[in-house]
Each structure stands twice: as structure tokens, then as C-alpha cells.
């Protein structure tokens, strides 16, 4: 079964499939144009999980379940989408490497909760990475330049993809809720509701799994900025957060700078002066730091509660890391 999986994901850039590559596209997923605009109304964020893998397993899709033409018979300009395979045929390879990927994936997000912090790095990435390989196979299928290249089988997929997201979009909108934005996977949901309690409820009425809660949403073309909440396990506190994609914040609007008056040995407490802390960070770096140097720093969010959920980083370190700024200590 490994040898299988390195075998189908190896690509093969032969002449004949690069010919394949000025073969006409086939119909994508389902998109709907965003609603542009500010919500101060509760946005729900509607997600099928794993979209394409699922429709693959359910569907039992696979090159050994659905008859396909041959790559040299095929009419690139037709959409003709193939059959169901019969419930009585046996299940596909591929099915059964992404059921393999999807349990391996649920035992590494379990072994991930070890309290020691490089177990957490290395399940985290294993995980990570049995989840890109299983959205790859549906890659596999849709790439002229893949080996597995098998555009009937892609056809097949996001065809159930646009009927399962369409449906969806008819059940929210029959509920008298507003769908603001559909892309292929996730769709927004308007709950037209300032209450979290009633935002939950509808939640429940959609029975689809929700991805998120947004309190307030500014949503452009493929882009959006929205304000996260998340409830606590007592159900009473709330934790807020924001989330961007698509847009670029430029770090530079978040830099602050500070003069050292003095040298660094002069200073006692640094945890309560944001630019000396980031200045014996540079110290400890090698880099010269003296009195009278305007220290440049940003202010990110910290996993220790002894920072208040703060620290100040270096913004050089900022851009080639992980670290997240901490917006609301900006806006506080």
C-alpha cells in the first residue's frame, strides 16, 4: 500500500501529456459571486469537510469502478459525466487510500494532545501532511500533467461537488437566510442576528458543520476580514479573534518604535518595556544594540498568560515566522 501511494502521486511530464494540457477545461466547483460589503450581523461559516475526498469514498470513484473512454478517444470539448458505480462494486483503490489517510490523520490529531511540545510539531505535521496528500488525489485526477490524469473521473467529482453545494445553498436560503458568498467548498450564511445564542441555533437548523462564527465581516472578491468568536467550554466566555485571507496587511502599519535611553544592563524590568525586551532579543542574535538606538518591534499574541496573551517580537522575525499579531491589542 505505500508503494502505491508514492506510485500515484509520482507526476509524469511525458510529450503526450503535455499535449493533454490544450485539451478544453471541464466545469469546476460551484461559485457564487461574494455580496460585497460590511456585516455587523453574525456571518455562519458553513464548511463540508473534505469535500472531494468524501464524494471519492461515498461515490466509490476510482479508475477500477467507472468505465472511462481512452485518453486517445476522448472528445475534450464534451461534458459528459459517467454513471454512479452500482453499490454492489467492490470498493476502489482509491477510496481506500484516502479511508487509510483519513484514519492514519484521526490517530496522529489524537497522538497530537501528548503534552510534550515536539511530539505536538511532529504529529501536527504528519497530520498536516496525510491531509494534503488526500486532497491531492482529486489534483491527480484534474492535472493534464499528471500520470492518473483522468478527466471524466475529475468531471464526475465536482459535478457532485456543484450538487451537494447547490442543494445546500437551496436548504439555507429556504430557511430565510441570506447566502453571501459560495466557493466551491464553504458557503457564508447571513444570520441576520447580533445574538451569538440565536446564531447557534440556526447553526443547528442548516445541519451542516459550521467552520466558524463571525461577529462582524467585511467581505470582498475572494477576500475577507472577519472577527472570530469562539465560546468557552462553560459556555459563558467568549474569545475573539481575526481572521484575514486574501488581503495583505502591511506589517509596517504595525511597528512601533521607542528610543533606549540608556544601556540594556541599565534597565531591571524588561517584560515591562516592550522595546528593551525585543533589544535583548537582538542582543541575544548578535546584533549591536546600544543607548540611544530606536528599537523597532510589533506587538504579537503569546501563548504564556504571564505576557497578558502579549509579546513584543522583532518585525524582521515576524515576516519569516508564524507569529500573529495581536490586532486587539492595537485597537484596546
Request: charged share 25%; aromatic share 8%; proline share 4%.
Amino acid at each position: 500500500m505505500e508503494l502505491m501511494l508514492y506510485t500515484f502521486l509520482e507526476l509524469d511530464c511525458s510529450q503526450k501529456e503535455k499535449d493533454k494540457t490544450n485539451s478544453v477545461s471541464y466545469v469546476g466547483g460551484l461559485v457564487s459571486d461574494p455580496k460585497a460589503g460590511l456585516y455587523d450581523d453574525y456571518i455562519l461559516l458553513l464548511d463540508f469537510n473534505s469535500l472531494y475526498p468524501s464524494i471519492i469514498q461515498e461515490y466509490n470513484v476510482c479508475f477500477t469502478t467507472i468505465e472511462q473512454d481512452s485518453i486517445d478517444s476522448v472528445d475534450y470539448n464534451a461534458q459528459y459525466i459517467p454513471s454512479t458505480p452500482s453499490p454492489d462494486v467492490t470498493e476502489g483503490i482509491l477510496p481506500k487510500l484516502i479511508g487509510i489517510f483519513v484514519n492514519r490523520r484521526k490517530i496522529n490529531k489524537k497522538l497530537d494532545e501528548k503534552p510534550s511540545p515536539s511530539y505536538k510539531h511532529h504529529y501536527n505535521i504528519e497530520q498536516m501532511a496525510l491531509k494534503l496528500t488526500t486532497n491531492s488525489i482529486y489534483g491527480c485526477l484534474g492535472s493534464p500533467t499528471s500520470r492518473f490524469y483522468a478527466r471524466q473521473l475529475a468531471m464526475y467529482i465536482t459535478s457532485k461537488g456543484r450538487n451537494i453545494l447547490r442543494s445546500a445553498v437551496d436548504t439555507t436560503e429556504q430557511l430565510g437566510y441570506d447566502v453571501t458568498y459560495g466557493n466551491t467548498d464553504p458557503i457564508m450564511v447571513n444570520t441576520q442576528t447580533k445574538m451569538f445564542a440565536e446564531t447557534k441555533q440556526i447553526s443547528e437548523k442548516v445541519e451542516i458543520g459550521v467552520n466558524g462564527h463571525f461577529k462582524r465581516t467585511l467581505l470582498l472578491k475572494k477576500k475577507y476580514v472577519m472577527l472570530s468568536v469562539k465560546e468557552g467550554p462553560d459556555g459563558l466566555k467568549f474569545t475573539e479573534t481575526v481572521e484575514v485571507k486574501g488581503l495583505d496587511l502591511a506589517l509596517d502599519d504595525f511597528i512601533i518604535r521607542k528610543q533606549l535611553n540608556k544601556s540594556l544592563k541599565e534597565y531591571n524590568n524588561e517584560r515591562a518595556l516592550a522595546h528593551v525586551s525585543v533589544a535583548k532579543d537582538m542582543r541575544r542574535t548578535r546584533k549591536p544594540v546600544k543607548a540611544g538606538d530606536v528599537i523597532a518591534h510589533i506587538m504579537c499574541k503569546s501563548d504564556i498568560p504571564s505576557d497578558s496573551n502579549t509579546k513584543a517580537c522583532i518585525p524582521e522575525e515576524v515576516k519569516t515566522s508564524n507569529a500573529e499579531i495581536n490586532t486587539e491589542w492595537y485597537i484596546c
